[in-house]
């Protein structure tokens, strides 16, 4: 079949990949003019890990991951008020296990694509019409074309989803937290292979040293009020404005803010859709079931998303109608727990008052103790998903 892809994040190329492998002609199409860098560093592992480990992209996923040492968490004056050995999250998963920045992940998969495969970028869709035998796409540049299915793979603010589904306010969910990542060139002081937060009433600040002289900060405070979406300069100032009293480095870094490389902002949401797909139009990973930045494993799941995808339409042969919802029946269920058990974890992030931070506190000081951390952790790492086989080739 003929498939359009929307977005080449990290759930687009896995399943562009996928689709390639199993005989189909997949289209790429992304909106930025070329592969978005910037984010934070993701905790990679669980299902996820398995898929990247049959695209055969693991050693490389080693070779640009950080094994971090430590998780150290200070107080407003930067000392050390309870720390964890991220040794034993490696170990809960059995070594597999590797933090990574999201740029270095998405470009990973982009690179395991198959050469032949077509990406348009610096384009978008601007209309779906589904006739029932085909979809004829409308490109905001490119002229018109037809495809057997298109799959929506555009994140959280979807323009498939917009387009083909209900509209966005139905299904967002927004957890109350705002995230900002940012890389910072030169920054002092390091730690190396060491993540630092700190924490106060309704917001955490996270600084990690990455290779090259860089630094990526984090934010992810509480925030009601719109957000500038498309508008970094209005973004920085709401930071600062938010942000600006909080201590630790956070003053120095929020002056050091404008010279970011790249800088990234957006909602800590979820999406919660009655179904996938209508006909031959269906979404994948956040743009169906976003579990938010909360569930620490969005990435993960996108990419296993994108293969079960591909599993179901080969098992299916061309009946995609039977593959989306055997795809949906095997996954939903899953996702569904996911965001369900990351709405809680809204006051490990951003505690809403002093009692929860208190409480936050406590909790990450009993982490330091291990036979407590190896409890906590075994269970939050494991996956309920079994993959199917990879096909022959
Ligand atoms: C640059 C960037 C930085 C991120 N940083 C963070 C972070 O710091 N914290 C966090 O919690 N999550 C972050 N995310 C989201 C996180 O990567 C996703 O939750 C996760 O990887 C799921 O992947 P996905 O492929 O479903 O969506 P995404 O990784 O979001 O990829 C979606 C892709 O679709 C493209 N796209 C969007 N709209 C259109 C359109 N109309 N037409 C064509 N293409 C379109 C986007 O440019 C992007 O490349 C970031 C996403 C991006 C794009």
């Known amino acids: 079949m003929r498939i359009l892809i ?23 199409v992304e909106r930025a003019p070329q592969l978005r860098e910037g984010g934070y560093v993701v905790d990679f592992w669980g299902t996820g890990y398995d898929v990247a480990e049959r695209m055969g992209i693991v050693p490389r996923l080693l070779d640009e991951g950080y094994r971090f040492r ?10 050390r008020v309870s720390h964890l050995d991220p040794l034993r999250l490696i170990d809960a998963a059995h070594g597999r296990y590797v933090s990574i920045a999201r740029s270095d992940l998405a470009r990973a998969i982009y690179d395991a694509v198959p050469g032949g495969v077509e990406t348009i970028f610096d384009d978008t869709v601007t209309q779906l019409h589904d006739d029932g035998h085909r979809v004829q796409v409308e490109f905001l540049h490119a002229p018109p074309r037809e495809f057997d299915l298109v799959i929506g793979a555009d994140g959280l603010h979807s323009r498939v989803r917009t387009l083909s589904f209900d509209p966005e306010q139905q299904v967002e969910r927004y957890l109350g937290i705002t995230v900002a990542a940012f890389d910072i060139p030169g920054y002092r002081p390091r730690d190396e292979l060491v993540a630092v937060t700190h924490t106060e009433v309704g917001a955490q600040a996270l600084r ?3 290779r090259d002289d860089s630094t990526m900060v984090c934010f992810m405070f509480r ?18 404005g938010r942000l600006g009293g909080m201590g630790w480095e956070v003053p120095e870094i929020l002056d050091r803010m404008q010279a970011a490389g790249t800088f990234y902002m ?30 620490g494993q969005g990435s993960a799941l996108a990419m296993v998303e994108a293969y ?20 949906e029946q095997r996954l939903a269920a899953v996702v569904r727990g996911k965001q369900d058990a990351a709405i809680g ?6 505690p809403r008052n002093r009692m929860q931070l208190w409480l936050r506190n406590g909790v990450l000081g009993l982490m330091g103790i291990p036979f407590i951390a190896n409890l906590a952790m075994g269970r939050s790492l494991r996956d309920p998903i079994d993959l199917p086989p990879v096909p022959a080739t």
């Open 6 to 28: 929307v977005g080449a994040g990290i759930a687009g190329p896995t399943l562009a990949y996928w689709l390639a492998r199993t005989g189909h002609e997949p289209t790429i």
């Open 70 to 79: 430590e998780l150290r968490e200070v107080d407003s004056r930067g000392r």
């Open 208 to 210: 990690i040293a990455l």
């Open 223 to 240: 925030h009601e009020g719109d957000l500038p979406l498309d508008d970094v300069e209005a973004q920085q100032t709401l930071l600062r």
């Open 266 to 295: 957006d909602r800590a949401s979820q999406i919660r859709l009655p179904t996938w797909s209508h006909g031959r139009i269906a979404l994948v990973g956040d743009a169906a079931a976003c579990p938010s930045l909360l569930a």
């Open 308 to 327: 079960v995808l591909a599993m179901a339409l080969q098992d299916a042969q061309g009946d995609h109608a039977a593959a989306f919802a055997a795809w």
């Open 345 to 350: 974890l809204g006051a490990a992030f951003a």
